[in-house]
């Protein structure tokens, strides 16, 4: 299949940076895939699941937040969190998925505290599932 | 007479080493601070540097629209983030940045929000108004707290409440050199690069291109101000080394001078003492 350069950075470093054949990533308004010779494109992300192909090899990601780009076929994904599925860290996600629901149940809590702990629900929710995939 | 000289000049030499002592400690402490601080500079900066050539792309290559962050305004408010350090004793590095902060905000309407308890201070006591002093700890802040820093003030922009919005934070460029810079966040700079027809064909937003303008900024000058405060940190441990290292060397030189004065008041009381032995028989 035919490649293009894909690049990957968070700011936790560049995760990713070579020739790719496929990249479907949760956008915010679903799964977009991207293959080469795509047209410039610009998409902030949502969150979900990220998968890349390279060298004929699927490889899943837990992908949240950030934007993607294509701009003269060079593709960029500039995500906040970037994990691939056999470095989620299945404990963490845990924890913090049984700390948020605690919140979510505890009728004192503020809006904030409501809020932010739902969208901390929602992260670990996607990286125990994807955690899943390895 | 000697003999007081002699001792006075033996608890200098004690009191000199002590410092020593502590100087040395902070500086070996700086330097493991300063790897794992410039492990993560060299981590994040192609973020840094993508997110930053990315949105420059997007603004140079967009014809379609003007988005309020682009737009120029003529006021006079400006907003500064300052990222200095919590503690001293580190060289020029927190004088510098606020100095060079002062220097900006002279003749503006100007509010700071100041991370770290250097810059807290310093701007409580230039009665300059600080939006918040929720992180007056400049260690403690995360990745999480610069977006919900960059949330808050992209809308208090859209809102009107600021005409600019800066950083200020120091360049690590090297472990001996660290540049005080500022960096203007918003409203973006439209660079009017000459560029080959190359990607002048425009861009397909979805949703649509505002939409993701709003989406994006926040995020980008989230990662911008994460880059940003992860310099500073890097900076101000490699500038709190080189003050050790050079205080420590300042403390060597004294102790050295003092040893000689000191063996020189030993001598000559001896030589005395012996003067008036040989005189007196």
Redesign the interface.
């Known amino acids: 299949m035919t490649q293009f350069p894909l690049?990957i950075?968070?700011?936790?470093?560049?995760i990713f940076d070579g020739m790719a054949e496929e990249l479907v990533v949760r956008?915010?308004?679903g799964d977009?895939a991207i293959l080469a010779r795509h047209?410039?494109?610009?998409?902030?992300l949502g969150m979900g699941r990220a998968v890349v192909v390279a060298d004929g090899k699927r490889r899943t990601a837990a992908c949240i937040?950030?934007?993607l780009?294509v701009?003269?076929g060079e593709v960029?994904l500039?995500p906040?969190t970037f994990e691939w599925a056999d470095k989620i860290d299945v404990e963490r996600a845990e924890a913090a998925y049984q700390r948020a629901n605690k919140v979510l149940h505890d009728h004192s809590a503020s809006d904030t505290d409501i809020k932010l702990a739902e969208a901390k629900l929602r992260r670990a929710l996607i990286r125990k599932n994807i955690a899943s995939y390895k | 007479m000697a003999g007081v000289s002699t001792k006075e000049i033996k608890n200098r030499i004690r009191s000199m080493e002590s410092t020593r002592q502590i100087t040395k400690a902070m500086e070996m402490v700086a330097a493991s601070k300063l790897r794992r601080a410039q492990a993560q500079v060299l981590?994040?900066r192609?973020?840094f540097e993508?997110?930053s050539d990315?949105i420059s792309?997007?603004v140079a290559?967009n014809r379609e629209f003007s988005s309020p962050y682009l737009k120029a305004r003529s006021g006079n408010r400006v907003m500064y983030i300052v990222i200095a350090g919590d503690r001293g004793l580190a060289g020029g590095y927190n004088s510098n940045i606020l100095k060079l902060v002062q220097s900006r905000i002279q003749d503006k309407e100007a509010t700071v929000l100041p991370i770290g308890k250097k810059a807290v201070d310093y701007f409580k006591s230039h009665n300059v108004p600080a939006l918040t002093e929720q992180y007056a700890e400049a260690a403690d802040v995360g990745?999480g707290d610069c977006?919900s820093i960059a949330k808050q003030l992209s809308r208090a922009f859209l809102a009107g409440e600021y005409d600019e919005i800066h950083v200020a934070y120091t360049n690590f460029v090297s472990v001996l050199s660290q540049v005080p810079d500022t960096r203007k966040l918003l409203p973006l700079v439209r660079e009017e690069v000459a560029k080959d027809s190359?990607?002048t064909?425009?861009?397909?937003?979805?949703?649509d291109s505002e939409?993701?303008f709003a989406?994006?900024v926040p995020?980008y000058l989230?990662?911008i101000l994460?880059?940003a405060i992860c310099e500073s940190r890097a900076a101000e441990q490699a500038a709190r080394r080189s003050a050790m290292d050079s205080a420590t060397q300042n403390a060597d030189d004294m102790i050295a001078d003092l040893s000689l004065k000191f063996n020189r008041a030993r001598q000559a009381a001896i030589t005395q003492e012996i003067t008036e032995i040989v005189a007196g028989s």
């Open positions: 690049k950075v968070t700011p936790d470093g560049l956008s915010t308004g977009v047209v410039n494109y610009v998409t902030p937040g950030g934007m780009s701009v003269d960029t500039v906040t | 981590n994040s192609p973020y993508i997110l990315t792309d997007i290559t990745i977006f190359g990607s064909n425009g861009i397909e937003y979805e949703p939409e993701v989406a994006i995020e989230g990662g994460y880059g």
